[in-house]
């Protein structure tokens, strides 16, 4: 009979192979525990500190795998048409399926196709060995009887619910992507707890064929559907549409969360770390970590970024796109909230607006005024002359301006603080000095790019470009005592309590950061500006200052409450200026409200003054309406600075021989004009000593009076000063520059 040669053949192939598997060796087999604990997702999941998911980021290109999925989250759908499609005796064999050798080798014998014998059990043995893995020629005889043995082993040692589950989590579906999770959200956008027949027959038609085209996908998918629904009638039309669909698809994104920035950086930072340290024993990589803990906090992140969003979609009318907004605390420098951009909003999403360095306008002012106070050039009660400066420098006259373009006259260093005036900064500035105040911003952490004689005098109205990040920790710095920390995205171990001569010294004096604290939570001394009503005042105590750069740029909200450091920062990635945005309609209502939610059950207590401050009543002397420059109030000095009266000095200045001469300018000084600032807003003080002197310009009369404003036009210029008697008693020769200048509303910093 033609059956007896195939007969002896097939005993003789079960004898080889049971003789095989019983003669191997019984090695060490791998425990599914070991497979599921060395399983590496090709993401890494950024979870905020109490271990919810933030973030998750593909950090291995070379392969698209979700999270180990149990068997029990998995589909009854799919399990099933994984079976079915697979191993249909699954559950009744022992890792090697007899009848399904037998049919296959009967149809190698008589050239029929067959499904084949290769069990799942038999499949995964395959996935675990790398020895024993599938290449493009097919497995080799070696490979085979390897594969038998090895799945033998298995059944020996693991479960069947193991066995399937560890198969769903690594058997490769289509391209890149491997495991169950990955390709449910990749092709049908769901976890894969929720997918049904028709998706499950795809799914297992693709184990088979992963790289088919869609049509034969479908063929196959059609099969398996039938025959897991024989009583129903399966419409493989409907199916192949949905299969082409299908697999173009792409749902599963490469990145996706809520904190994509704060995520990249603390990856970035982790990987710095390991490259730097010793190489890890095999098999112990450090940066094969699949989840990554922060500090940040899911609840405060997810309102940050709402809460930007909402408000950047308010400000569109006014050319505005992008944000950015960190919150640190303030005790531990740690990240509570990091949103780098306004994420759908932008055209630039991807840029960092929180490590980007932009233009801080009048927000670095605090830190100067806390440098002059601490070197006691000035107290918070001290009068500084916010009138028309002109300051002389390398390159010509220096002229800044204020925000609203008018002079508030002699004002109070808190006055000025709060209200943001920009000539009392910059006159601050020069008694402090640029390259003084540079060197100060940067050991705050400030990235300056550039010497403080670069910026000159400038600076004082945030001309350097600084980072959000930086720039906030500095004002965490004022919010405690002066003292400098750096800040942290990951968690680290607690420390104990440090011993007071341990702990590092003030950078600047706690005394001086107290004081500037006190100003600018003090609302009546910003009214000046921004009025009784200001959206920066808070129900808690809050230290706030806002900022707006050179044309609109940037605008900037960043200030401390007893626990926390908030810092907001609002324009376009792009450099576009914004329209009509101030200080308190940019970033200040995104400050105000982050800050409400950080203290909806949490108070907010003032600070204790620091030893070596004095506290007084003190008054102001008369302007020139004859009332009191200022209110009376009580006010904090450093001991030893501490005076009763500010006034004043009236007296006529002369020399000694009392002679009219000319104090300002300079001779042979170089005016240049701002082409940002509108001619007819930009003029010359001319300044003298002695009586009843008059000024003339190229021969022309201008004014009468110690002081005037002259309005300039290019060219040279002589400038002649005549005394009472009709004689020219001085004269300097000027040059202006800047013809063609072009009008445009806008001005130096602002508040």
Request: hydrophobic share 40%.
């Amino acid at each position: 009979m033609k059956p007896a040669p195939f007969a002896l053949s097939r005993k003789s192939l079960a004898a080889l192979l049971i003789a095989a598997a019983w003669a191997h060796t019984a090695g060490a087999v791998v425990s599914f525990e070991e497979v599921k604990r060395n399983f590496r997702s090709s993401d890494t999941a950024v979870l905020d500190r109490n271990g919810e998911l933030l973030q998750r980021v593909r950090t291995d290109p070379t392969v698209r795998r979700g999270q180990w999925t149990a068997l029990a989250d998995v589909s009854p759908a799919l399990r099933t048409a994984m079976v079915l499609s697979e191993d249909k005796r699954f559950y009744e064999h022992s890792g090697i399926d007899w009848r399904a050798v037998s049919a296959a080798a009967w149809g190698n014998l008589w050239n029929t196709r067959t499904r084949g014998a290769s069990t799942i059990t038999m499949q995964l043995s395959g996935l675990l060995d790398d020895d024993l893995r599938r290449n493009s020629g097919g497995r080799s005889f070696t490979q085979k009887i390897g594969q038998t043995v090895a799945a033998a082993q298995l059944e020996r040692n693991w479960r069947k619910d193991q066995i399937l589950e560890a198969y769903l989590n690594t058997v490769p579906f289509r391209g890149e992507i491997v495991g169950i999770d990955a390709l449910s959200r990749t092709l049908f956008g769901k976890a894969p707890s929720g997918l049904d027949a028709r998706e499950a027959s795809v799914a297992a038609a693709l184990v088979r064929a992963p790289n088919a085209k869609p049509a034969a996908v479908a063929q196959r998918a059609c099969e398996v559907l039938r025959t897991m629904e024989p009583q129903q009638k399966t419409d493989c039309e409907a199916l192949d549409m949905f299969t082409s669909a299908a697999v173009q698809r792409r749902a599963f994104e490469p990145n996706e969360g809520i904190a994509p920035h704060a995520a990249r950086r603390v990856l970035r930072e982790i990987r710095d770390a390991n490259a730097a340290a010793a190489p890890a024993p095999k098999g112990k990589e450090k940066d094969k970590e699949t989840a990554v803990r922060t500090t940040l906090r899911a609840p405060l992140q997810r309102f940050a970024l709402d809460t930007l969003q909402r408000h950047l979609r308010e400000l569109r009318d006014r050319h505005v796109e992008d944000g950015a907004l960190v919150v640190l605390d303030n005790a531990t420098g740690e990240v509570l909230a990091w949103v780098g951009s306004s994420g759908p909003l932008s055209q630039a999403a991807e840029v960092d607006g929180v490590t980007a360095l932009r233009q801080p306008g009048s927000t670095l002012k605090p830190l100067l005024y806390a440098q002059a106070i601490a070197e006691r050039r000035i107290t918070a009660a001290s009068l500084i002359e916010d009138s028309s400066a002109q300051i002389s420098t390398a390159s010509g006259l220096y002229i800044p301006q204020n925000y609203d373009r008018r002079f508030k006259g002699p004002v109070s260093a808190r006055t000025a603080l709060a209200a943001s005036l920009n000539v009392p900064a910059v006159r601050t500035l020069v008694m402090v000095s640029p390259e003084a105040f540079a060197r100060e911003l940067r050991a705050a952490g400030l990235p300056l790019r550039e010497s403080g004689d670069y910026y000159g005098y400038s600076l004082a109205l945030g001309s350097a470009e600084v980072s959000l990040l930086s720039l906030t920790n500095a004002y965490r710095m004022l919010a405690n005592g002066g003292r400098y920390a750096t800040t942290t995205l990951t968690p680290k171990p607690a420390e104990k309590p440090k011993a007071a001569s341990a702990a590092p010294a003030p950078l600047i004096d706690p005394r001086a950061a107290f004081i500037v604290g006190d100003i600018l939570s003090d609302p009546n001394a910003r009214t000046r500006t921004f009025g009784l009503d200001s959206i920066l005042s808070t129900r808690f105590w809050t230290a706030v200052k806002t900022g707006t750069s050179k044309d609109m740029r940037d605008n900037w909200a960043v200030g401390w409450s007893q626990r926390y450091t908030v810092g907001v920062w609002v324009g376009n990635a792009s450099g576009e200026s914004m329209w009509d945005v101030s200080g308190t309609s940019g970033a200040a209502p995104v400050w105000a409200e982050v800050m409400r939610f950080l203290h909806a059950r949490e108070p907010s207590r003032a600070p204790s003054p620091p030893a070596g401050l004095v506290e007084m009543q003190v008054s102001f002397g008369p302007g020139g309406d004859g009332n009191a420059l200022e209110a009376s109030r009580s006010e904090w000095f450093l001991q030893g600075t501490e005076q009763p009266l500010f006034a004043l000095d009236t007296g006529m200045a002369t020399d000694a021989s009392g002679s009219a001469r000319i104090t300002a300018p300079a001779d042979g000084t170089i005016i240049a004009l701002d082409p940002d600032i509108p001619p007819q807003r930009q003029r010359v003080r001319f300044d003298s000593e002695g009586r009843g002197v008059q000024w003339r310009v190229d021969g022309k009369p201008l004014a009468r009076g110690n002081t005037v404003q002259w309005f300039p036009w290019p060219g040279r210029h002589v400038i002649e000063l005549v005394d009472a008697s009709g004689k020219v008693a001085d004269q300097r020769r000027i040059e202006v520059r800047g013809a063609g200048v072009v009008a445009k509303n806008n001005g130096g910093a602002r508040r």
